[in-house]
């Protein structure tokens, strides 16, 4: 290729994924086409032939090749799509979140492409690859742990604009730069046990998924040390539990079977104390005339339990209206009115399931 029809390319346009290593000429090369006709497939795709454009694509997916995607001619070439990845949508409480994502979105004339991550670090680069490959305008995130993210480090040098939900962001802590919308998991879940504490039990134990796949798991479960602390009350190992729906009634039983066995379990979210309450009621135990059970999240199904779950209510469907609002200021390169953290109030429920101990 004459060295003129190379040099006319933006290198912005020409370069990969910094972490790949792979250049739109490797693609050019690999698809056997000029570097030329490889860059207007990414550019301008109507001016390419259907099946040259295909060549190149599939060449590009063999290499793990993406576009930079705010490259000064893609820049220009918005989708008006967001891309939403979630944990799961099994837990009520982001299919809450995503109504309010959706009826934002298409408020504003935005499209959505949602993914979920299964609460898997390694899913989520694959999952957020995949959205950046549809050329999406900006993301909305909630990752396992958003101070340590290696996707959120790639979002972060590539510019690409992006809004957590649900990741907590502290001023104090790495990635404090980063855009978030979410409840203070920390003191509403010490606020959550102190209301047991003030109901008179003393022994409460935590139920939680895996600390891992969850930073709000592990910031709830802080807050339920600050208010065990505070108290002098005993803290308690925290019981993590590999799944949110599955039964998990034989670590329930160990710990109903201990001579000083908790009154009270404090579960990290709704959907575990749903479980939980199973569970108890399978080991012949009454809820909440023999131990009390309080939960996180305050999804709709927690009303429909009998009785009716207590629990930390945060208003889910705000959170992903919120996160879409900021996102789209970010994208319109406009300030967000609350800066970097948005932290939305949380609510108290504490009746149904929670009593003063036997």
Not at 74 to 83: H, N, S, V
Not at 266 to 290: E, H, M, W, Y
Request: a neutral charge; one cysteine or more.
């Amino acid at each position: 290729m004459p060295p003129h029809r190379r040099a006319a390319l933006s290198p912005r346009l020409a370069s990969a994924d910094p972490g790949h290593g792979v250049t739109l000429a490797d693609v050019a090369l690999a698809a056997k086409v000029s570097l030329a006709t490889a860059s207007r497939v990414f550019s301008h795709p109507q001016l390419v032939r259907e099946a040259t454009a295909q060549r190149v694509h599939d060449a590009a997916r063999r290499l793990s090749f993406r576009p930079n995607l705010l490259g000064a001619k893609l820049r220009a070439q918005q989708t008006r799509i967001i891309g939403v990845m979630l944990p799961t949508l099994d837990n009520a409480v982001f299919a809450e979140c995503w109504r309010g994502i959706e009826e934002a979105s298409l408020a504003a004339g935005y499209s959505l492409m949602l993914v979920t991550s299964n609460y898997d670090p390694a899913r989520e680069r694959e999952r957020v690859e995949y959205l950046l490959r549809h050329r999406v305008d900006g993301l909305l995130l909630t990752v396992a742990n958003a101070a340590d993210s290696i996707v959120l480090d790639q979002l972060d040098r590539e510019s690409v604009p992006y809004v957590l939900a649900y990741n907590q962001i502290t001023a104090e802590g790495a990635g404090n730069h980063r855009y978030s919308v979410s409840v203070d998991n920390r003191v509403s879940a010490c606020e959550g046990v102190n209301a047991l504490i003030a109901a008179g039990h003393r022994r409460i134990a935590v139920v939680s998924g895996a600390f891992m796949a969850s930073d709000r798991a592990r910031q709830r479960f802080a807050g339920y040390e600050d208010a065990m602390r505070a108290h002098g009350l005993p803290v308690l190992d925290a019981v993590n539990l590999p799944s949110h729906t599955a039964s998990n009634t034989a670590q329930i039983r160990a710990l109903v079977a201990q001579d000083d066995a908790p009154t009270a379990f404090f579960c990290t979210n709704d959907l575990l104390a749903i479980g939980v309450i199973s569970d108890l009621k399978r080991l012949g135990l009454r809820v909440p005339q023999d131990v009390s059970v309080l939960g996180y999240d305050g999804i709709a199904l927690g009303a429909l339990v009998e009785p009716p779950l207590a629990t930390v209510a945060q208003p889910n469907a705000d959170i992903g209206t919120q996160a879409i609002a900021q996102l789209l200021a970010r994208l319109a390169g406009a300030p967000s009115p609350q800066g970097h953290a948005t932290l939305l109030p949380h609510a108290l429920r504490i009746d149904g399931t929670v009593r003063p101990p036997p």
